[in-house]
């Protein structure tokens, strides 16, 4: 009798060995090419939920085949240990920051070494480490003498009731109140830092060195949202000037009013007395709503006349000037130039207000013939937002505006021209994208190294005084502000320039900032010269392929781009990108097909699974329950069925051969073909990250080997090789259970781990005999198998011969046989 399979005790075992022989320790090794395999780091939460196995035992299962191509493969593991949960949980249960996060991770810790990845532990960097945090401040210190850190008004909520700022989770209802007091919250400027992303906007646009998928890379463009236009001056009556950018500068002699942010510096100056009190109602209604509130497309178009007038540039003509909260200052220049004629939104405002529409742009024919009936701004009932010619439009008038956007237009390029020849205007070109404002009002992140001193202003902390280190003295209350405000002490400190009084910043950084470079950290993560090894650096980056969820595509994946660029500017790092290529995964959904949730009682917990399945089944599940990039709903029929599969390789493997080899010649050739055609899909789908197909793939061998072993295989040069060939197909996937069979079982060296990937022989792949489809008149009426390398005259003998074709045609003789090689057969009677 074979022993039985006990998933527990195999991967207990093994993966005890693998870490006491650091079999996954990654080394510099210049004899070998390296393959820098990096996944999503986790937050330390508290428990390892599903899917963070569905994010990384895939990409473990890739590192490891790559391993066995030939390659050095750093695999590394860490901790995003900073963030807003830890700080919550300080304030809910009374429970420090550092102790919950540090709790944490020593559980997901032990979690993750339960999935039997091949984790370089040694390379762990924990971004709440003082020795991580020390950098991440560092980076900022040489992000602010580069020009590319600075110090600006930025909006934060605020309750005038408390006196303080709030956190976004402590704005509750659609009404957005204080969640202490029930006060009505409002949106002020603070002073905040703010990295210089939109430097690198243009450059962030260039994938051409990516490897990424196609939707994170439109993700990122519309993010960056680059729009070519033109930068005009408009003047108030006051002779103060506004500025706004336009895609449509060709639409400038039909702007008949302007629209400023409420919080536009203006719209002080030039509101008038008697509309005074409406234009304070109004901002002060206006500061109560977020952005996306003010933006979302399906809210009513508000707006107030401030009283006072601009004068349009290009025809002089006198136009009033409107506050609405739809227009953002964090957006542009806070002033836009209504064109109601061609535009749908400034339409439904000039209606709703009864302000002047005049059309600029008449649609034309093919040959250019005014499209009756001629606009009429006192007639039209929606904006013309296409092509045609320019009409009321001065010297510009007859000029062809086409569809396209930018400078493909011969409209707007002509409009550019004359705006530069009268000094009004030039080109521009205009970014959705935001410069990262990286300051947070919270304790449990890492300190931003900077110093206020009333005579010398901000300065940096002197690089050798770092890590500026978080104070553990500190008391919770939920006040929206940081703790480090309110430490007695903390704050205070000396000028770095003039030795006198000083205060530090008591904002920490975004969590991103530490993200953008954690996989720099994992080079050498207790390396105290610089923030890697510069050796190390120049041997393992860039990232050669990087996992993870496409939910980051705008934020981490776009921060760390332009981290690694920003370095690179600076001199600390090389090349164009950190990360080459790129997958995500999708989502496990619950049973229920919902997400999952501790609400809707859908929630899968891989412990359980692992206590009762063993890892390698749960690994090898999640790789084929779902194309990876999709995802899909949880079934625990169908771990079932995985955990048979690797019950059923168990106890093939394990049975012993009784005497020597008894099956045919054909039986073998047979098997042998299976085996090294499935070794090239196999081989393709690694490559291509098609882990469902791997493991489908593997079922179906494993009843090739079962059928042919009980055909008498066993015992033959063609079983060994096949045996051979399946574990190593099986190691990336299952590799506990495949160390387990190559070497306690067969005896063959350890470890399968350190084993290379087998190769195909193309001559064994091919097929002896295919079986092709037979038509008459159109429809297939029978199939033929016929040898692979058989001419047409066989191949037309055969289609006649056939019981289905000879059936039909009744005796008669065909008009025409044709024959598709290797894919049809085509008789038409």
């Not at 900073?82 to 559980?107: C, D, M, Q, S």
């Not at 309110?486 to 910043?505: I, N, S």
């Amino acid at each position: 009798m074979t022993r039985p399979y006990e998933p527990q005790k195999i991967e207990k075992k093994w993966q005890e060995k693998w870490e006491a022989d650091k079999l996954y320790r990654a080394v510099i090794d210049h004899s070998r090419p390296k393959h820098y395999a990096l996944t999503m780091l986790p937050y330390p939460s508290g428990d390892l939920h599903i899917g963070h196995w569905y994010a990384m035992t895939p990409s473990d299962a890739r590192a490891r085949f790559m391993r066995m191509r030939g390659y050095n493969v750093m695999f590394p593991m860490g901790f995003d240990a900073f963030g807003l949960p830890a700080e919550n949980a300080a304030i809910r249960h009374g429970v420090h920051p550092k102790e919950w996060t540090y709790k944490n991770i020593e559980r997901m810790r032990k979690q993750l070494r339960s999935m039997g990845a091949m984790f370089d532990w040694e390379r762990e960097a924990i971004s709440s480490d003082p020795e991580y945090y020390r950098w991440t401040q560092w980076f900022f210190i040489q992000l602010y003498k580069h020009g590319l850190a600075y110090r600006a008004l930025g909006p934060v909520d605020f309750c005038p009731t408390c006196n303080t700022t709030l956190a976004r989770e402590q704005v509750q209802g659609e009404d957005r109140h204080c969640e202490r007091c029930g006060t009505p919250v409002v949106r002020k400027e603070l002073e905040q830092w703010f990295f210089r992303i939109t430097r690198y906007a243009e450059e962030l646009l260039d994938f051409s060195p990516l490897d990424w998928p196609e939707k994170i890379r439109v993700a990122q463009t519309n993010w960056i949202g680059r729009s070519e236009g033109a930068t005009v001056t408009f003047h108030t009556e006051q002779g103060d000037p506004i500025q706004i950018f336009t895609t449509r500068p060709d639409t400038l002699w039909g702007a008949t009013f302007m629209v400023l942010a409420p919080e536009h510096p203006l719209v002080e100056k030039i509101t008038t007395p008697e509309q005074r009190p409406a234009v304070e109602q109004y901002r002060y209604e206006a500061s109560r709503l977020s952005d996306i509130q003010r933006e979302a497309k399906d809210k009513e178009k508000t707006g107030v006349f401030t009283g006072g007038y601009a004068i349009n540039p290009v025809n002089g003509a006198r136009i009033p000037i409107w506050i609405a909260d739809y227009v953002l200052m964090t957006y542009g220049t806070g002033a836009i130039m209504a064109v109601p004629a061609h535009d749908e939104r400034d339409f439904a405002f000039a209606r709703k207000y009864h302000l002047p529409v005049i059309p600029v742009i008449q649609p034309v024919d093919e040959q250019g013939h005014p499209i009756e009936p001629i606009l009429d701004g006192d007639t039209m009932t929606s904006a013309y937002t296409g092509g045609g010619v320019m009409i009321n439009s001065g010297p510009l008038s007859g000029t062809r505006v086409t569809e396209e956007k930018g400078s493909k237009n011969p409209g707007i390029m002509a409009t550019i021209r004359y705006l530069e020849e009268k000094g009004i205007g030039h080109f521009d070109v205009s970014y959705r994208l935001r410069d990262w404002l990286i300051s947070r009002q919270r304790y449990w992140g890492a300190p931003i190294p900077m110093i206020y001193c009333e005579k010398c202003g901000w300065n940096p902390v002197p690089e050798e005084q770092l890590p500026v280190l978080l104070p553990e003295d500190v008391e919770w209350k939920p006040t929206g502000e940081s703790p480090l405000k309110f430490h007695p002490t903390w704050k205070y400190t000396t000028c770095p320039q003039c030795g006198g009084p000083a205060e530090r910043e008591t904002d920490t950084m975004d969590t991103f900032m530490c993200s953008s470079w954690y996989h720099l950290r994992y080079l050498s993560p207790h390396y105290d010269l610089y923030p890697f090894d510069p050796k190390e650096y120049d041997y393992w980056m860039p990232v050669d392929t990087y996992t993870g969820g496409s939910e980051h595509a705008t934020m981490h994946l776009i921060y760390t781009r332009f981290f690694h660029k920003a370095c690179r500017d600076m001199g600390i790092t090389k090349g164009p990108e950190p990360m080459i290529q790129l997958r995500n995964q999708g989502m496990v959904l619950g049973a229920d097909g919902e997400k999952m949730s501790k609400s809707r009682g859908n929630v899968v917990a891989p412990d359980d699974l692992v206590e009762r399945y063993g890892a390698d089944t749960v690994r090898a599940y999640l790789m084929f329950f779902a194309r990876w990039e999709h995802g899909g709903p949880w079934s625990y029929e169908g771990i079932e069925g995985t955990h048979r599969w690797l019950r059923r390789v168990w106890t093939l493997f394990t049975t012993p051969v009784s005497g020597p080899a008894t099956a045919t010649p054909e039986t073998l050739r047979t098997l042998r073909r299976k085996v090294h055609q499935t070794l090239r899909s196999v081989t393709r789908d690694f490559e291509n990250f098609e882990f469902n197909t791997i493991i489908s793939s593997l079922m179906e061998l494993l009843n090739n080997l079962q059928k042919a072993f009980d055909q008498g295989a066993g015992g033959s040069p063609e079983w060994e090789e096949a045996v051979d060939i399946y574990l190593r197909m099986l190691a990336p996937v299952c590799p506990h259970i495949a160390e387990e069979l190559w070497t306690e079982v067969l005896g063959k060296p350890y470890s399968i781990h350190v084993q290379s990937w087998p190769q195909v022989d193309e001559e064994a792949t091919r097929e002896e005999q295919i079986t092709i489809p037979v038509q008459v008149n159109g429809k297939v009426r029978d199939r033929i198998t016929v040898p692979v390398d058989a001419d047409e005259e066989t191949i037309k003998n055969a289609a006649l011969e056939a019981a289905g074709v000879r059936r039909f045609l009744n005796g008669k003789q065909p008009r025409q046989i044709i024959v598709v090689p290797k894919r049809m057969v085509s008789i038409v009677i």
